[in-house]
């Protein structure tokens, strides 16, 4: 008899990090193929990124200093529960 989701993720957290890491990255294989992560990355870079670097060309005052975004990344990776 087949677990049901809940019984599935029961006993996938009784299991080790590291296994559960892996099963974990294995069951997200079955379903997202490197394919769909291409094209999404794809689109990703030729929208969203290319708006932001045309933005950037045309208003180089927008610009962020990387040790500002440094820093902003370090305060949100700190305060997360």
Known sequence: MPLSEAEF???????????????????????DSDETFDHASEFWLR??????????KSDPSRAVPSGDVRERLESKWAARP
């Open 47 to 56: 929208t969203e990124a290319a708006a932001a670097f045309d933005a950037l």
């Open 9 to 31: 993720f029961e006993a996938g957290m009784s299991l080790p990090p590291e296994v559960r890491k892996h099963v974990a990255l294995r069951l997200l294989e079955s379903v």
